[in-house]
């Protein structure tokens, strides 16, 4: 798993530093589309990973009431976009149960 996310921060770095100028418009509208696609299939891994760290309680091991209070804490995102997240998990991956007891929201 670190060495996909490793991979992952090379390429946007890579994105980053990418010159825009020299690049046709058509290339340039297909990149934002391709991006998008990706931006989305990453938010498809988010709702596997928030179902394995409830169910590990992590939460707990950082001293975090719920699963959306750590996203708060170690996001840095705000406590309603953390809820959103963690409910759209509920919503999107209706099969997996909501472990309720291990503090998921």
């Not at 994105?15 to 998008?36: F, G, K, R």
Request: aromatic letters at 4%.
């Amino acid at each position: 798993m670190a060495d996909a996310v490793k991979f992952f921060r090379a390429a946007v770095e890579r994105l980053l530093d990418a010159l825009l100028t020299p690049v046709a418009s058509v290339e340039l509208a297909q990149t934002l589309v391709e991006l998008e696609t990706q931006r989305r299939r990453l938010e498809a891994v988010e709702h596997r990973l928030l179902p394995e760290v409830a169910e590990r309680g992590l939460a707990g091991d950082y001293g975090r009431a719920s699963t959306a209070d750590l996203l708060v804490e170690l996001l840095r995102v705000a406590p309603a976009e953390a809820k959103a997240r963690v409910a759209s998990v509920h919503v999107l991956v209706p099969n997996r149960p909501c472990p309720i007891g291990l503090g998921w929201l």
